[in-house]
């Protein structure tokens, strides 16, 4: 089985109902909701994937790719960013950070809705889990997602974010929080 899960395509199905639909957090894909497919693969020179039987550790890969993407970028507008995780590696256990420091607002996991976010600094994701978190990117700065404490090319998320404006988009500002919402709120 693991050798089908690691050749073919991860996705996921966004399931939303009335409750998730009306909550105060971004919900505008591709412009402050991003599904996040994380993957490492082992590839060829021609960038095929190579599978070798796992031994008592698994197999683990030495490229990451992100929604299939080498070296993955988005650019997202000023403020917060939700962000739905999916680790779809075979063996690898990831160690979720911002490169800067700043936090992350935990408000889903496999389970659903969280009764109120979690803040953390770093977020553990095992392969299969999934959690949707929310990152605060009013600044404006470039940041990475790095992967555990070292900074090889498997340990790092390159540049995803880079803020920009987008004059032709309008959040409704009753439905944008000034922090992290409580999940549960309305």
């Given at each position: ?37 994380i993957q490492d693969k ?23 790719l992100v929604n299939g ?15 739905r995780l999916l680790n ?99």
């Open positions: 089985m693991a050798k089908q899960v690691y050749n073919g395509l991860a996705g996921m199905w966004l399931v939303e109902d009335d409750v998730s639909k009306n909550l105060p957090i971004p919900n505008h894909y591709g412009v402050d909701d991003f599904p996040v497919i082992r590839l060829d020179n021609f960038g095929t994937p190579e599978y070798s039987e796992p031994g008592s550790g698994g197999f683990v890969g030495d490229t990451l993407v080498q070296g993955p970028f988005v650019e997202v507008s000023r403020g917060w960013v939700r962000l779809a590696s075979n063996s690898r256990r990831y160690q979720l950070q911002m490169s800067d420091g700043r936090l992350l607002h935990v408000i889903s996991g496999d389970q659903g809705l969280l009764p109120a976010p979690v803040s953390l600094k770093q977020l553990s994701l095992a392969p299969g889990e999934r959690r949707e978190i929310l990152v605060d990117m009013t600044n404006g700065d470039e940041v990475s997602i790095t992967c555990g404490e070292a900074a090889s090319i498997v340990d790092r998320i390159r540049g995803f974010f880079r803020t920009v404006e987008h004059p032709d988009f309008h959040a409704d500002s009753d439905a944008a929080p000034d922090g992290p919402a409580a999940a549960g709120d309305r």
